[in-house]
T-cell receptor, first 118, second 115 residues
């Protein structure tokens, strides 16, 4: 059973602090994603990684960076937290290319981290 | 730019009735259309998906239809039950995303099933 875990369920930080959100998956997935979820806006992609040390910007990368040093772990970093980064952050993972897989496939999500920046 | 529009934003039905959620997408190269259900306090979970070479797919009480010409796809839930109450998201792959499966999500629909 695929498991995606996130380091915190709730986090409260102050403006200007550096914030680390950690995500770990146990299914040997190549692809990992960080999303931000806000009411009425759905899920918006912040960053994507398709392999160790590889990353691509998503739709809203400003103010964020990521790190993927190991295949199972994908970290989201808020360099200097601001109040407009108060949100729910969701991590997800999925297989990349595999024999027998017909292209894009299921993303498995973690439970989310609700971040409040004061 | 690439976009997925989802309607309605909220939907309230009586237990046993059917519920339909509709999405439209803008990128004609999209080829994979998953639907996710998010229960309170949890991350989204895939409930059904459809690929562009199929027009309809059914799994027990849920079904998805795809109209590639009109760039529409819909989720149908029959015989709704209180445990179907959740937020539902549609999504479509971004054109050219290959096996990375990068998705564009709709805005979400909050479904309430009244007992």
């Amino acid at each position: 059973d695929v498991k995606v875990t996130q380091s915190s369920r709730y986090l409260v930080k102050r403006t200007g602090e550096k914030v680390f959100l950690e995500c770990v998956q146990d299914m040997d997935h190549e692809n990992m994603f960080w999303y931000r979820q806000d009411p009425g806006l759905g899920l918006r992609l912040i960053y994507f990684s398709y392999d160790v040390k590889m990353k691509e910007k998503g739709d809203i990368p400003e103010g964020y960076s990521v790190s993927r040093e190991k295949k199972e772990r994908f970290s989201l970093i808020l360099e200097s937290a601001s109040t407009n980064q108060t949100s729910m952050y969701l991590c997800a993972s999925s297989f990349g290319w595999r024999w027998g897989l017909a292209g894009p496939n299921e993303q498995f999500f973690g439970p989310g981290t609700r971040l409040t920046v004061l | 730019g690439e976009n997925v529009e989802q309607h309605p934003s909220t939907l309230s039905v009586q237990e046993g009735d059917s519920a339909v959620i509709k999405c439209t997408y803008s990128d004609s190269a999209s080829n994979y259309f998953p639907w996710y259900k998010q229960e309170l306090g949890k991350g989204p979970q895939l409930i059904i998906d459809i690929r562009s070479n199929v027009g309809e797919k059914k799994d027990q009480r849920i079904a998805v239809t795809l109209n590639k010409t009109a760039k529409h796809f819909s989720l149908h839930i029959t015989e709704t039950q209180p445990e179907d109450s959740a937020v539902y998201f549609c999504a479509a792959t971004r054109g050219g995303s290959g096996n990375t499966g990068k998705l564009i999500f709709g805005q979400g629909t909050t479904l309430q099933v009244k007992p």
